[in-house]
């Protein structure tokens, strides 16, 4: 005869699964990094190619498949714009490091030229696991000089989250001195940034060389507004061209992808140094939160040079939310920076 579980013990055992199976989230190592999937659906992907100059998370999808990143220079797709090639996924550096820039870098550097510029390695991923609707991934990597030096050691926490309409990725970023000191110097080239494709740029008349439907970059820049839709909001109510240079807590991008909305969303952390951040919000598809700028953007303001001593470490934590649907309005936005803000 079948055995048949007691009414108590199916409850347990019921109340111990996702109430919503289609949020867990599934990742796996892949031979350039870790993907994390929701179901059949590829969010992004932890990714370290040999021709990177640091490790991003690349593609960037909605939940319900829509890619938000820009494909150049990696898989170029009509419209791109063709500019800065170290714009790539999601990513986290700064631009005057010990005097090198680490944002700046790619492979389009010239080689007279890349005493000047940074590299960060991805030298490990130490754990993967998932846990209901979470994902952790926890990396080692190092910020090294042209000459090998170690300048800094960063151990990095990715937490993943999925709903049905959006999910987030906290990022934890620990980085420790190994020489004997290190100086961020004050630049608009930081810190944690997303380079979205062209249907989430402003709209604007600016010319603009892009990739073609025949698969090749524009001769002639392209000055019509294609398919363009995006538009900035910050927690301070600043919108679009005026976002950029200016300090928030948090800030959403929106716009219009073949016919579905979608936003992204990143949020600065009361911890983090020189809270609250300004922001590196440009109309052509660059957004970045950026912790260590201040007097590149308003020349009113102090120089920051932000020193760590030899074995000193500097924590940064931030949230990333992509989300598709209507924009979430500034109380949905605020109710889920209290969540991540705390304790």
């Known amino acids: 005869m079948k055995p048949?579980?007691?009414p108590f013990l199916f409850l347990f055992l019921f109340m111990q699964q996702p109430l919503f199976s289609q949020t867990a989230l599934q990742l796996k190592h892949t031979d350039q990094g870790v993907e994390i999937r929701m179901g059949e659906q590829i969010?992004?992907?932890l990714i370290f190619p040999p021709n990177l100059k640091k490790p991003v998370l690349y593609p960037v999808f909605t939940t319900g498949g829509q890619e938000v990143t820009r494909g150049f220079p990696i898989h170029p797709r009509p419209g791109d714009r063709v500019d800065h090639p170290h714009h790539v996924g999601i990513w986290f550096n700064h631009g005057d490091v010990n005097g090198l820039d680490f944002w700046n870098n790619s492979e389009a550097i010239a080689p007279e030229k890349r005493e000047q510029f940074g590299t960060i390695f991805l030298r490990e991923v130490q754990s993967v696991k998932e846990k209901k609707h979470q994902g952790i991934v926890k990396t080692l990597s190092e910020w090294v000089t042209p000459d090998g030096t170690v300048l800094l050691?960063?151990?990095t926490t990715y937490i993943f989250f999925a709903e049905a309409d959006y999910w987030t990725v906290d990022r934890i970023t620990e980085l420790t001195v190994k020489t004997d000191s290190v100086t961020f110097t004050d630049s608009k080239e930081g810190m944690y940034g997303i380079r979205l494709r062209q249907e989430m740029e402003l709209p604007s008349v600016k010319p603009a060389r892009r990739i073609g439907s025949d698969g090749k970059v524009t001769e002639?820049?392209?000055?019509?507004?294609?398919?363009?839709?995006?538009t900035y909001l910050t927690s301070e109510g600043n919108t679009d061209e005026s976002a950029w240079g200016k300090t928030a807590r948090w800030v959403r991008l929106s716009g219009n992808i073949e016919g579905k909305t979608a936003s992204v969303i990143l949020m600065d952390h009361p911890q983090n140094p020189?809270?609250?951040?300004?922001?590196h919000a440009r109309d052509y598809g660059l957004f970045a939160i950026n912790n260590l700028g201040r007097n590149a953007y308003d020349?009113?303001?102090?120089?920051?040079e932000y020193t760590l001593a030899h074995k000193q470490t500097a924590t940064f934590r931030h949230r990333l939310i992509v989300h598709e649907g209507t924009f979430p309005d500034t109380v949905t936005i605020e109710s889920w920076y209290e969540k991540f803000t705390q304790p």
Not at 274 to 279: E, K, L, M, R, S
Not at 299 to 304: D, S
Request: proline fraction near 12%; avoid cysteine.
């Open 220 to 230: 002639k820049p392209v000055t019509e507004n294609l398919t363009t839709s995006g």
């Open 43 to 45: 969010l992004t992907a």
């Open 153 to 155: 050691e960063e151990k």
């Open 4 to 6: 048949v579980l007691p």
């Open 299 to 304: 020349k009113q303001t102090p120089l920051i």
């Open 274 to 279: 020189y809270f609250p951040a300004q922001w």
